[in-house]
């Protein structure tokens, strides 16, 4: 009879356990999409910029210098490199729970029993020795190791480490991402303020010859070929010019700044040249093929182990809703005298035991995770599409822009030509009355203007570089 109790007790476990099993949760799936267009713009060439060192992509010293200070002391960066150490902790925490925990225990303590009680009643007819009773208050000494383990049967605990370990490869991509967005910020502020410099040296040239105009037209005025309005209004364009530079000169500063801050330090000057900014080429920039975007982005990267953490975490939840087999053992001595508590193998006490446990009834909360984790690989599936796009996107925005500023700076610079030429000839006509003070105002206000977007224009060609290099994924190998 007990042999077939057993065995009915069996067989229905068993079939809880299956049904609780196979009673999980459906859910929508959806694959990641990694098909990205074949070319930019036409283009076959498979030689990407994004595969040079940044230290090879830019040959300004100056610049190469304030890169590696801020790769050294940028806190933003430091930052991240704290979340590798967290994340790599991550992956021994999940690893050592794979592994059976053992521990000490060492306790003391005094127990009374009832006296009508089956405990009781018991002590009270045993002698401890003949002719010693069991007394009412026994103590309790006790020391040994403890274990448990849980068998890793439908891999959850397998599961849990790998998505910790995709996770620790995501923050290391993080943290190539963070490289390249500082590479990218100090090179742009960089080439900001080399346009600042040069923008305020063009304003101090324009008002030392709006200086001169304005003495010839005092002089002018004394021999009345012009009115006290053209002095006035000479003295007023002076007057713009030299707030102009003093907005510069502030810009100048915020810039220094702002690298500064980027490079993880207090205010200073920044080391710099400032000649020959319109004379600079900035580099040939080859795109390669869109399909390198998923290799060379760190962010693409990033994404992508984010998504296989999040299916990896699915499987995790899923095995929720099977049951568990632990296994915990304890071997020690315990004895209620000290004297006795050594005595082998009277005082020697050890258990072995396994239990297989399960959700049978009332599983919500573990269908809710299963649902939330799913739900998140959903999120990380499309933040995934959304990477790739947008890292296509900004490629094919940049390399519009490259084209489309390199034609503007040629346009630029021949109406920066005809109107510098310009201001000589309304001189001379002016100084043979064939030209009024107005049009020799006009003149050299376009012309001022010309140059300072030229300049303007220069800067965004060189951001444009940087940019593109940035979105191609260059600058953080």
Same mark, same amino acid.
């Given at each position: ?276 900014? =319109? ?7 080859? *795109? $390669?093929?869109? #399909?390198?975007? +998923?290799? @060379? %982005?760190?962010? &693409? /990267? ?41 005595? =082998? ?7 072995? *035991? $396994?239990?297989? #446990?399960?959700? +049978?009834? @009332? %599983?919500?909360? &573990? /269908? ?110």
């Amino acid at each position: 009879m007990f042999r077939k109790n057993i065995y009915i007790y069996i067989g229905s476990a068993l079939m809880c356990m299956a049904y609780s099993a196979c009673k999980v949760p459906e859910f929508a799936q959806r694959d990641e999409n990694k098909n990205v267009p074949v070319r930019f713009n036409n283009s076959q060439d498979s030689t990407n910029t994004a595969n040079i060192k940044w230290r090879s992509f830019f040959t300004d010293p100056n610049l190469v210098s304030l890169i590696d200070t801020a790769l050294k002391n940028n806190q933003e960066l430091n930052i991240t490199l704290q979340e590798i150490e967290i994340a790599k902790n991550e992956i021994r925490a999940r690893k050592g729970e794979l592994l059976p925990s053992v521990g000490y225990r060492v306790g003391a303590g005094l127990e009374k029993v009832g006296r009508y009680t089956s405990s009781g009643a018991g002590d009270a007819s045993t002698d401890i020795t003949p002719g010693k009773e069991v007394p009412e208050v026994l103590p309790d000494y006790a020391f040994g190791l403890q274990a448990n383990w849980e068998a890793d049967i439908w891999h959850k605990l397998r599961n849990s480490k790998k998505a910790a370990v995709s996770r620790y490869l995501s923050t290391v991509e993080g943290r190539n991402f963070v490289i390249t967005n500082l590479v990218a910020e100090v090179a742009n502020a960089y080439y900001e303020l080399l346009a600042y410099d040069n923008q305020l040296a063009i304003v101090k040239q324009n008002i030392a010859l709006q200086s001169n105009a304005l003495e010839l037209m005092k002089i002018q005025k004394q021999a009345t070929r012009v009115t006290e309005l053209a002095v006035r209004k000479f003295e007023a364009e002076v007057l713009s010019s030299k707030s102009l530079e003093f907005d510069i000169q502030q810009n100048i500063t915020e810039t220094e700044n702002k690298i500064n801050f980027l490079l993880g330090r207090y205010p200073q000057t920044i080391q710099r040249d400032k000649e020959n900014f =319109t004379d600079l080429v900035p580099p040939t920039v080859q *795109a $390669g093929l869109p #399909a390198q975007l +998923l290799a @060379n %982005r760190p962010d &693409i /990267k990033q994404a992508e182990f984010d998504l296989a953490a999040a299916k990896l975490d699915v499987k995790v939840a899923k095995a929720q809703f099977y049951p568990s087999l632990g296994i915990s053992a304890t071997i020690g001595y315990q004895a209620f005298n000290p004297s006795y508590l050594l005595r =082998t193998p009277e005082s020697l006490a050890y258990s072995l *035991a $396994g239990d297989l #446990a399960g959700p +049978l009834i @009332n %599983r919500n909360a &573990i /269908k809710a995770e299963y649902l939330t984790a799913n739900a998140k690989q959903l999120q990380a599936v499309f933040n995934y599409e959304k990477t790739i796009l947008n890292g296509y996107i900004e490629v094919a925005n940049q390399l519009a822009n490259i084209s489309n500023l390199q034609k503007s700076y040629d346009l630029k610079s021949k109406q920066v030509l005809a109107l510098t030429q310009s201001i000589d000839i309304s001189n001379d006509l002016f100084k043979s009355a064939r030209a009024d003070y107005f049009e020799v105002l006009m003149t050299q206000r376009d012309a001022l203007q010309s140059k300072l977007e030229l300049i303007e224009t220069k800067k965004q060609q060189l951001n444009a570089v940087v940019n593109i290099y940035h979105a191609l994924g260059g600058g953080w190998n």
